[in-house]
């Protein structure tokens, strides 16, 4: 086993005391701090601590030996998933991920930063608040009845024919600042759409604010989580929590950003169905609450004192809360808040005790 040190990553929207409260270091920061990786992605590879070497460099010089070969044979020598914190105060992109398929050409044809897909599952630790994927049409229909927006007759038309794509479409290459401000006053009046008021204070021009009128507005408590798959379209608003996803950085934008988007890009991809965002309350076994979701490349556990993490395959252990010991063989580990270690393949299992809370990574093979 090996303990990390590992990257925060600042951006506009991110948290100047969620992720410093976690880590135990001064509230407020000095900078809005929105992303705590634990991984081997090469933009920001976690390190071994005491030594600075690179996960990624680690892993690169044992493949076979610290991924395991059923792992390497489904995901190449590589870690095949990323661990993060996000630290949410404002809102994210309205944005989407390719599937593999897509992720490959994308990579191979289209400037897309690596060849890899980029589904997620997300854990809230606080409430947390996000938008994901097309709300049933008939509902959006109604929300925008209760509107009574003239101006969103073709939004209101393509929803009727069953086609949140094609509204989607309208409302991401017709938009103006004078739309947004005309549906963010109706939306303050309706109470499932105030969201989209707040959105409109942050973006007051963007279209992706009358775009965010077709998704499923969600509310996480702590302990609930999002599945977020290839192609859903998705925007988180405000809170804290953990997320696990494939090792990639692939994200196309559409709106409710300051950064470049590619609205034709993210509509190529764009998952077309309908219906409730996949929110799972997880299974639990004694210890052990496992987020399932059909993603091969990973799992995401929460974890308390007493729980056995069964060997083989690569791992990541990130203590959210308190103190955890990790023991594996004759190795013990002490993690506090924010602190994480990665865990090698073998057989062995390890015993997690102490007085803290904790997330573990693993493959879903």
């Not at 030996?65 to 059923?70: E, F, H, K, M, V």
């Not at 890899?116 to 959006?140: I, M, N, Q, W, Y």
């Not at 709106?255 to 077309?272: E, H, I, Q």
């Amino acid at each position: 086993m090996r303990k990390l040190d590992t990257i925060v990553r600042e951006y506009h929207w991110g948290s100047r005391t969620a992720l410093a409260e976690l880590r135990g270091e001064p509230s407020p920061s000095a900078a809005p701090q929105a992303e705590l990786w634990v991984g081997a992605h090469p933009d920001d590879p976690s390190r071994l601590a005491g030594c600075d070497v690179p996960l990624d460099a680690y892993l690169a010089a044992d493949p076979v030996g610290l991924l395991g070969p059923d792992s390497l044979a489904a995901f190449g020598p590589r870690l095949p998933f990323l661990l993060k914190v996000l630290a949410v105060a404002a809102p994210l992109s309205l944005q989407v991920h390719p599937d593999r398929a897509q992720a490959a050409v994308g990579f191979a044809e289209r400037g897309y930063r690596d060849d890899r897909p980029k589904p997620e599952v997300l854990v809230a630790l606080t409430d947390f608040e996000t938008l994901s994927g097309f709300r049933p049409a008939a509902e959006t229909a109604a929300l925008l009845d209760e509107l009574n927006l003239p101006s969103l007759a073709p939004m209101r038309d393509a929803l009727a024919a069953g086609d949140p794509w094609g509204a989607l479409r309208w409302a991401l290459c017709t938009a103006d600042a004078g739309l947004v401000a005309e549906v963010a006053s109706a939306a303050a009046r309706v109470p499932a759409l105030a969201h989209i008021a707040d959105l409109a204070e942050v973006y007051p021009a963007d279209a992706g604010v009358v775009a965010a009128l077709l998704l499923n507005a969600v509310r996480l408590r702590p302990g609930q989580a999002v599945h977020v798959g290839a192609g859903v379209l998705h925007a988180h608003l405000r809170g804290t929590g953990v997320e696990l996803m494939a090792n990639s950085d692939n994200v196309l934008r559409a709106g409710l950003t300051t950064k470049p988007v590619d609205v034709p890009a993210v509509l190529s991809l764009v998952d077309r169905a309908t219906g409730p965002a996949a929110v799972l309350d997880g299974e639990v076994d004694g210890p052990l609450r496992t987020y399932r979701t059909p993603e091969p490349e990973f799992r995401l556990h929460a974890v308390r004192p007493g729980a056995v993490l069964a060997g083989g395959g690569p791992q990541l252990l990130l203590c959210t809360k308190g103190l955890v010991v990790v023991r594996r063989g004759g190795d013990e580990v002490a993690l506090r808040g924010g602190e994480s270690l990665f865990l090698p393949h073998g057989a062995d299992a390890a015993e997690v005790s102490g007085a803290g809370e904790a997330f573990w990574a693993t493959t879903n093979l």
